[in-house]
């Protein structure tokens, strides 16, 4: 079975920093998906970012962006510019390409704060 | 926003009755689940379903039952409510293709005492 370990239970960030969110995964696949998602404290869960194991490019979506290495297992989030909405629990995702339900297996989360 | 609506959005319940939690969608998506989030946890799959009245056991199923009459509806049932199942449930929505990323509901805060 897979699982995601997301290793810093807690981080904080100075407004306008940039901070790196780690993630690493055990897989015996070579094809999948990796997910971020952010949890702010109204508790609804919001996808932040997506990367698929076959593209060699990170994925980036505005002030976030991934680093995906691969054969280390590992998919980081940054936050660049980082703002106070970005306060939140962020979650790493992992699903198998060959997983027919569509299943995600989450890490435990880490809690970003962002200091003004 | 994806179509998703929980409720009830919070309950608390006595240890030892039943208790159904409903998701509603509007995307008729064909993929739906459940999950229950605890601290250090993260989000943990209780059962999911892949359409009407097909559904499967997650990691976490002991004590939860569900259901899935209809495309837009799935029910999670906790028979005899437990202490330990106090607890914050996710419904997810996925499609059957594209992305493969889940849409989350809003979530229920569900307290058994």
């Known amino acids: 079975a897979q699982t995601v370990t997301q290793s810093q239970p807690e981080m904080s960030v100075q407004e306008a920093e940039t901070v790196t969110l780690s993630c690493t995964y055990d897989?015996?696949?070579?094809?999948?998906?990796l997910f971020w998602y952010k949890q702010p404290p109204s508790r609804q869960m919001i996808l932040v970012i997506r990367?698929?194991?076959?593209?060699?490019q990170n994925a980036t979506e505005n002030r976030f962006s991934v680093n995906f290495q691969k054969a280390a297992k590992s998919f980081s989030l940054k936050i660049s510019d980082s703002q106070l909405g970005d306060a939140a629990m962020y979650f790493c995702?992992?699903?198998?390409?060959?997983?027919?339900?569509?299943?995600?297996?989450f890490g435990g989360g880490t809690r970003l704060m962002v200091k003004p | 926003d994806a179509g998703i609506t929980q409720s009830p959005r919070h309950k608390v319940t006595e240890t030892g009755t039943p208790v159904t939690l409903r998701c509603h969608q509007t995307?008729?998506?064909?993929?739906m689940y459940w999950y229950r989030q605890d601290p250090g946890h993260g989000l943990r799959l209780i059962h999911y379903?892949?359409?009407?009245?097909?559904?499967d056991k997650g990691e976490v199923s002991d004590g939860y039952s569900v259901s899935r009459s209809k495309t837009e509806d799935f029910l999670l049932t906790l028979e005899s409510a437990t202490s330990s199942q106090t607890s914050v449930y996710f419904c997810?929505?996925?499609?059957?293709?594209?992305?493969?990323?889940?849409?989350f509901g809003p979530g229920t805060r569900l307290t058994v005492t």
């Open positions: 997810a929505i996925s499609p059957i293709s594209g992305g493969y990323e889940q849409y």
């Open positions: 897989t015996s696949e070579s094809d999948y998906y």
């Open positions: 990367q698929e194991a076959y593209k060699q």
């Open positions: 995702a992992y699903r198998s390409a060959n997983n027919a339900g569509n299943m995600l297996t």
């Open positions: 995307e008729n998506h064909r993929y």
């Open positions: 379903s892949y359409g009407v009245k097909d559904t």
